[in-house]
T-cell receptor
Framework: EAQVTQNPRYLITVTGKKLTVTCSQN?????MSWYRQDPGLGLRQIYY???????DKGDVPEGYKVSRKEKRNFPLILESPSPNQTSLYFC?????????????FGDGTRLSIL | GNSVTQMEGPVTLSEEAFLTINCTYT??????LFWYVQYPGEGLQLLLK?????DKGSNKGFEATYRKETTSFHLEKGSVQVSDSAVYFC???????????FGKGTLLTVNP
């Protein structure tokens, strides 16, 4: 089954404790991206990657890091989380090279930073 | 920059009512347009898409037409069901860098 898998689904942690949210896709997609969803703000892009070893900032990259060492994985790293990063996070993937390709989304990771 | 504006929610309808969710966009080029739906506790799923002017996307009884002259992509359904209750996002994709820009989402609740 084609899917994007995020882990964990839920996490409560404390300020300053490094965490990683993993994202994996099994569709051989080149393009992967991270979004955060906040009430009243919709979805905002954090980082995206056009292919292995190619990443770029989205609209709200501050406080986040990513890496793309393999095509299927695109982890999101919070080196020193703060309460304003409490949010619902989505990873997505798609074929690159054409803007008419839909994104495939994971089920989301709800992070609470105390 | 590019932007998407969709009607504020929440929208509450009775079953079998007609649905319209308005969406307009601003873009420097000719983006592809999408509607995504988010059911409670789930990620976003593609509902329909249109990639050029006058294209009509359709799926599950929902329709939207890409109107370049009015820069709009309004979502419609003739008869909603309780199972259509969800959040709907209008989205554009910039063809030059594949960047997605989302509207803020419209919560639809359909009552039996």
């Amino acid at each position: 089954e084609a899917q994007v898998t995020q882990n964990p689904r839920y996490l409560i942690t404390v300020t300053g404790k490094k965490l990683t949210v993993t994202c994996s896709q099994n569709m051989n997609h080149e393009y992967m991206s991270w979004y955060r969803q906040d009430p009243g703000l919709g979805l905002r892009q954090i980082y995206y990657s056009m292919n292995v070893e190619v990443t770029d900032k989205g609209d709200v990259p501050e406080g986040y890091k990513v890496s793309r060492k393999e095509k299927r994985n695109f982890p999101l790293i919070l080196e020193s989380p703060s309460p304003n990063q409490t949010s619902l996070y989505f990873c997505a993937s798609s074929l690159a090279g054409a803007s008419n390709q839909p994104q495939h989304f994971g089920d989301g990771t709800r992070l609470s930073i105390l | 920059g590019n932007s998407v504006t969709q009607m504020e929610g929440p929208v509450t309808l009775s079953e079998e009512a007609f649905l319209t969710i308005n969406c307009t966009y601003t873009a420097t080029g000719y983006p592809s347009l999408f509607w995504y739906v988010q059911y409670p506790g789930e990620g976003l799923q593609l509902l329909l898409k249109a990639t050029k002017a006058d294209d009509k996307g359709s799926n599950k009884g929902f329709e939207a037409t890409y109107r370049k002259e009015t820069t709009s992509f309004h979502l419609e359904k003739g008869s909603v069901q309780v199972s259509d209750s969800a959040v709907y996002f209008c989205t554009q994709v910039d063809g030059s860098n594949y960047k997605l820009t989302f509207g803020k989402g419209t919560l639809l609740t359909v009552n039996p």
